[in-house]
């Protein structure tokens, strides 16, 4: 049983992103679905697939390098802990990096991007940054 298991796929993504894999593989929720999704909307990984039936359900994500195969992904933070949630208004949705990296949020809405809660005017739980 796992405390965190958005921080946990998220350290899962920086490991293998640092052991230059190809591929890394988390336990299944459709949070962590839509996180992917975002990853892979937004240019950060590859592809990403959900394999499995019932409770073994795993999504497969398939990293992203450049043509010197240094990784897309420098780095990713989880800012929302369980003991500690971070609740960000409109007004307050950080930058990553100046607009080269993306925050995530949790928001009435669905999970969003920073650009997409600034674009419909709401704020959420900040859920991690990526760059």
Do not use: H
């Not at 990293?63 to 010197?68: A, H, I, P, R, T």
């Amino acid at each position: 049983m796992l405390t965190d298991p958005i921080a946990d796929m998220l350290i899962r993504i920086k490991n293998a992103v640092m052991r230059k894999k190809d591929r890394v593989s988390v336990p299944y929720s459709k949070m962590k679905e839509r996180i992917a999704d975002i990853l892979k909307k937004e240019g950060f990984i590859t592809d990403y697939k959900v394999e499995g039936e019932g409770v073994k359900k795993n999504i497969d994500i398939y990293l992203k390098y450049d043509e010197q195969g240094e990784p897309i992904i420098n780095d990713v933070r989880k800012i929302s802990k369980p003991g500690r949630r971070i609740y960000v208004s409109k007004d307050e949705v950080p930058w990553v990096k100046t607009g080269m990296g993306i925050a995530i949020l949790s928001t009435s809405k669905g999970i969003v991007t920073d650009r997409e809660a600034r674009r419909l005017k709401i704020g959420g739980e900040l859920i991690c940054e990526v760059w």
